[in-house]
């Protein structure tokens, strides 16, 4: 049971789950555990079923079996703004959206304000574009090394391309 002072939990799941229903827990352990990821922001869920083909979007709470069940998303720390956490379990309250009618492309646009370099410094600017990662700030190279990638491309290309600018360097 969520306290009276905490944000509403959302979740992007599967469709078809039902109130009472236990969240799916993700695929990607955390700390050696299966956890069910959830963010406080509504578009941010919205953004994820987009990502994962149009799943659904609900109010979850977690269940708290052990009294330790928070977890930050090494994905999305606190400081990107995504206000992700990660929890044992939890049940879904409700339904919010049965099915998410989101682009992949408007839910990358939406998520691309969140992705954050290891030293916590933006991974796109706010047209869409790659920013230069630590590394290759390091090396002397900027963003304009990046810009062919486009705006809004998925995070593994930048990682990717950041990465081999900086072994040619």
């Known amino acids: 049971m969520i306290a009276p002072d905490e944000p509403l939990w959302f979740r992007a799941d599967k469709a078809g789950l039902q109130p009472g229903n236990l969240a799916t827990h993700s695929e990607r352990p955390l700390n050696g555990r299966l956890v069910v990821y959830a963010t406080s922001r509504l578009e941010v869920a919205r953004a994820f079923a987009a990502q994962r083909g149009g799943g659904s979007v609900y109010q979850i709470d977690p269940i708290d079996p052990t009294g330790v069940f928070r977890y930050d998303d090494p994905d999305y720390p606190p400081s990107s703004g995504a206000g992700c956490i990660a929890f044992d379990d939890a049940s879904i309250v409700r339904v919010v959206e049965a099915r998410v009618d989101m682009t992949r492309d408007a839910a990358w646009q939406l998520m691309s304000r969140h992705f954050l370099w290891p030293d916590q410094t933006r991974m796109y600017d706010d047209e869409g574009y790659p920013t ?38």
């Open 132 to 169: 230069a990662s630590p590394q290759m700030r390091a090396a002397g190279i900027d963003a304009s090394a990046l810009r062919h990638l486009g705006p809004y491309c998925e995070p593994g290309a930048v990682c990717t391309a950041a990465t081999n600018l900086c072994r040619c360097a």
